[in-house]
C-alpha cells in the first residue's frame, strides 16, 4: 500500500484503515480484535501519559501497579453489575496441560481487584483521601466490530481510582478528572469536547453518576465518547466494606470516584484530523514536528547539504522541538514528502541549492499546505511560534465543524432528518428514565431512519448503528423556557440532552 485507495468523504471506514497502516501507527495481528501499537502510535501514548502524569502528581495522585489477574469470587461480588458484562470476561482456565482448580479473569477494569485492599489500607479519616492511579491493559472480549484504537478486545488506558470522606470531596475530584479529559482533547489532540452528564440509561450503573466528554466526528457524522468520570457514591464502600472512623469517632463508608482514559484517544486524533494524504498530526502530540528534507542533485552534492541541514536540526533541538534530517540516500525528496506527509508531520523544511545559496529554506505547512521560506537565522524561532500556530488553528477547524453539525430541536419531525444531515441534536428532554423514552427513541430513530433510506429490514448491524442515542446532558444549558416539552414524551422538559449517532 503506497497510497490512500480512497478519499477521506468516499468511504470513511476504509480511509481509516488506510491511514493507520500508511503512517506506520499500526500493524495487524493474528487473533482477531487485537493489534501492534508501533512507535508512531506508541510515542503518542507516552506524550500523553508524561503530560497527564504531570497533572494528576498535581493533584495528589499516586501511581501503582495492581495484578492482572482476578479471582472468580472477586469478580463476580457484584453480580448485578457484573452480569451484563459477563460474556466479555476473558478467562484464564488452564496452566500448561493442567487444569487450574478455579478460572481466573484477566481484568476488564480494575474495582474488584482494588477495592478489597483499599477496605485493608482505609480505617482512619486520616487514610482519606486515597487517590491511585494505574496505567495498564485490560482486555475485553467484544464481539462488535473491532476497530483499532476504537475498540479492540485489548486496550491500553490509565484508570483512576479514589476514596473520599465526603461526597463534595469525591465531586470535586470527579470534575477534576474530567477537566483533564477535556485538555488532553482540547490542548493536546485539538479536538474539541462535550463535557456532560451521562443519563440514568447510560450510566456506568455501578455508579452514582457519570461525567464524560463527547467528541464529534465529521467524517462519520457520529459522536465518540471520549472519556468517562464516574462519582460512585458509596455503591462500592458499602460492597468492599470501606469504612473509616471520622473525627467523632463514628463509623462512615467512603465517597468514591473512577475515571478513565483509554488508547481511543488516538483514533479521535486520526479521524478529526487526517485528511486525503494521510494523518496530520497536532505539533503537541507530533512524534517529530519538524523534518528537514535535502534535495540532492550535481548542484548540492549531500556533502555540501549536510553541515547546512544539521545546523538547522541542532537550532531546532536547542529550542525543544522534536525535528529530524532525513538523509536517506536510498530515496528521493518526492519519496520523502509523501512518506513524512503521511505520517502527519506538521513541517517539512526543504533545502536545495538555491535555499543555501539564500540562506534560508522553503517551510511547507502539512495542515494546509502553505508553503513558506524562511531566513535560516532565527528559524527555530519562527517555526516554534508556526507550530503553536498550527495547533491553534486546528483545533478552531475543529471546533468549527462540530459547531456546525450541532443543532437544536424541539420537533420529533425534525429529529431523523438531522440524524440523516450528520448533525447531533440538543432538545428537550424530561429526564424520561421511568417510561426508558430513551429507548423509545433509539427504536423509533432506527425505525425512522431505515424508511427515509428506503432500506426496510436494514442488517441488525447497520440498523442498530442508525439508531440515535443520548450523549449527555451537558453541563452548559441552553435556556428552557417554562412549559417547553420533551420532544420525545411530551412532558415538561426538565434539561436540554445531546442526541446523536454513535460509536
Ligand atoms: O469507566 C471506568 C473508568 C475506569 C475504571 N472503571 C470504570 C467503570 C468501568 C465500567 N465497566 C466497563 N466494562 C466492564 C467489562 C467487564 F467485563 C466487567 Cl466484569 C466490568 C466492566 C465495567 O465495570
Ligand atoms: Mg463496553
Excluded at 477494569?109 to 477496605?119: D, L, Q, R, V
Excluded at 495498564?136 to 488506558?157: A, D, G, I, Q
Excluded at 513558506?372 to 519562527?382: E, P, R
Aim: glycine share 6%.
Amino acid at each position: 500500500l503506497l497510497a490512500l485507495q480512497c478519499k477521506k468523504d468516499e468511504n470513511f471506514p476504509q480511509w481509516y484503515t488506510d491511514v493507520i497502516k500508511l503512517s506506520e501507527m499500526i500493524a495487524y495481528y493474528d487473533i482477531s480484535g487485537c493489534y501492534i501499537l508501533r512507535p508512531w502510535s506508541y510515542k503518542i501514548w507516552e506524550m500523553m501519559q508524561d503530560w497527564f502524569n504531570v497533572e494528576i502528581r498535581k493533584l495528589g495522585v499516586d501511581n501503582c501497579y495492581f495484578p492482572l489477574f482476578v479471582s472468580q469470587d472477586r469478580l463476580e461480588k457484584e453480580k448485578d453489575h457484573v452480569e451484563g458484562f459477563a460474556p466479555e470476561v476473558a478467562w484464564v482456565t488452564k496452566s500448561g496441560d493442567a487444569d487450574l482448580a478455579k478460572p481466573i479473569a484477566i481484568r476488564p477494569t480494575s474495582e474488584t481487584i482494588m477495592y478489597p485492599a483499599f477496605s485493608d489500607w482505609i480505617k482512619s479519616h486520616r487514610d482519606l483521601p486515597l487517590k491511585l492511579n494505574q496505567w495498564s491493559n485490560v482486555v475485553r472480549w467484544e464481539f462488535k466490530y473491532p476497530t483499532p484504537f476504537l475498540r479492540s478486545r485489548e486496550f491500553l488506558w490509565q484508570e483512576g481510582h479514589t476514596a473520599h470522606a465526603t461526597y463534595d470531596d469525591a465531586q470535586v475530584m470527579v470534575m477534576q478528572a474530567l477537566d483533564l479529559y477535556r485538555r488532553v482533547y482540547e490542548e493536546l489532540l485539538a479536538v474539541p469536547v462535550v463535557r456532560g452528564y451521562k443519563t440514568e440509561a447510560e450510566k456506568f450503573a455501578g455508579g452514582h453518576m457519570t461525567t464524560t466528554v463527547e467528541a464529534y466526528i465529521q467524517g462519520s457524522g457520529r459522536a465518540i465518547q471520549g472519556a468517562t468520570s464516574h462519582n460512585l457514591g458509596q455503591n462500592f464502600g458499602k460492597m468492599f466494606d470501606i469504612k473509616f472512623q471520622d473525627e467523632k469517632g463514628e463509623s462512615q463508608i467512603a465517597w468514591q470516584t473512577s475515571w478513565g482514559l483509554t488508547t481511543r484517544t488516538i483514533g479521535v486524533m486520526i479521524m478529526v484530523h487526517g485528511d486525503d494524504t494521510g494523518l496530520v498530526l497536532p505539533p503537541r502530540v507530533a512524534p517529530i514536528q519538524v523534518v528537514i528534507v535535502p534535495i540532492i542533485s550535481k548542484k548540492l552534492p549531500m556533502e555540501q547539504a549536510k553541515p547546512y541541514c544539521e545546523a538547522i536540526l541542532q537550532e531546532l533541538e536547542e529550542l525543544g522541538l522534536r525535528a529530524k534530517f532525513d538523509d536517506r540516500t536510498m530515496y528521493n525528496p518526492g519519496w520523502k514528502y509523501n512518506h513524512w506527509e503521511q505520517k502527519g508531520v506538521p513541517v517539512r523544511i526543504e533545502v536545495g541549492p538555491r535555499d543555501i545559496e539564500q540562506k534560508q529554506a522553503r517551510c511547507v505547512l502539512r495542515y494546509n499546505g502553505d508553503k513558506i521560506d524562511v531566513n535560516i537565522d532565527g528559524i527555530a524561532t519562527i517555526l516554534k511560534d508556526k507550530l503553536e500556530d498550527i495547533q491553534e488553528k486546528m483545533f478552531a477547524k475543529a471546533k468549527e465543524a462540530r459547531d456546525s453539525h450541532v443543532v437544536q430541536v424541539t420537533e420529533w419531525k425534525d429529529f431523523v432528518p438531522n440524524l440523516e444531515l450528520n448533525n447531533l441534536m440538543l432538545t428537550p428532554w424530561c429526564g424520561g428514565e421511568h417510561e426508558d423514552w430513551e429507548e423509545w427513541v433509539k427504536t423509533t430513530s432506527r425505525e425512522e431512519s431505515l424508511k427515509a433510506r428506503g432500506e426496510e429490514g436494514e442488517d441488525e448491524k447497520t440498523a442498530t448503528s442508525l439508531a440515535a442515542k443520548t450523549l449527555c446532558i451537558p453541563f452548559d444549558q441552553p435556556e428552557l423556557p417554562e412549559g417547553t416539552k420533551c420532544i420525545a414524551s411530551g412532558k415538561p422538559a426538565t434539561c436540554w440532552v445531546l442526541w446523536g449517532r454513535s460509536y
